[in-house]
């Protein structure tokens, strides 16, 4: 048997008391003390805001936020870590009851793909913006821009 590339996998369930899993913000969290960042997605920051359909604000950063929760809750949750990050985050896609939460996430437009070239991504990403789901429902800041505005 040959491995190859760096794997590391996390499995968290609702009913194992010892394994918590929570949603730090639209693209983070924290499992069993490890801090998770998934891999290819870039939500809107908590204090973020985006305007909606109507040219209206609303906090998006917490809407991405709670979709995520909403996705992770009552499920088991497996994390496979595929390398690490400056700040020794967990760099991973995940999955919640065998879905990919990094791929829902864009797919329901709670976040924006970010330095990936994987094409499931870019079309989950494509198919959110052209039915104006999340954050394609008006206009945003992508998340990157908006870190660099903030500091």
Not at 7 to 22: C, I, P, Q, T, Y
Not at 65 to 79: D, G, N, P, T, Y
């Amino acid at each position: 048997m040959r491995f190859c590339g760096l794997f590391v996998l996390l499995l968290l369930g609702a009913g194992n008391a010892a394994a918590e899993v929570r949603a730090v913000d639209g693209d983070s969290l924290v499992a069993e003390g490890r801090r998770v960042r998934l891999l290819g997605i870039d939500a809107p920051e908590y204090a973020q805001t985006c305007g909606d359909a109507r040219g209206c604000d609303y906090p998006c950063g917490r809407e991405a936020l709670a979709f995520l929760q909403r996705l992770i809750a009552s499920e088991k949750v497996e994390c496979r870590k595929k390398q690490q990050d400056i700040y020794k985050r967990d760099l991973s896609i995940c999955y919640a009851g065998g879905r990919d939460i990094n791929r829902l996430m864009l797919e329901n437009g709670w976040a924006v793909v970010y330095r990936s070239d994987n094409p499931d991504y870019l079309a989950a990403e494509e198919n959110a913006r052209r039915n104006k789901r999340g954050i394609w429902q008006g206009k945003f800041m992508k998340p990157e821009l908006y870190r660099i505005l903030m500091k």
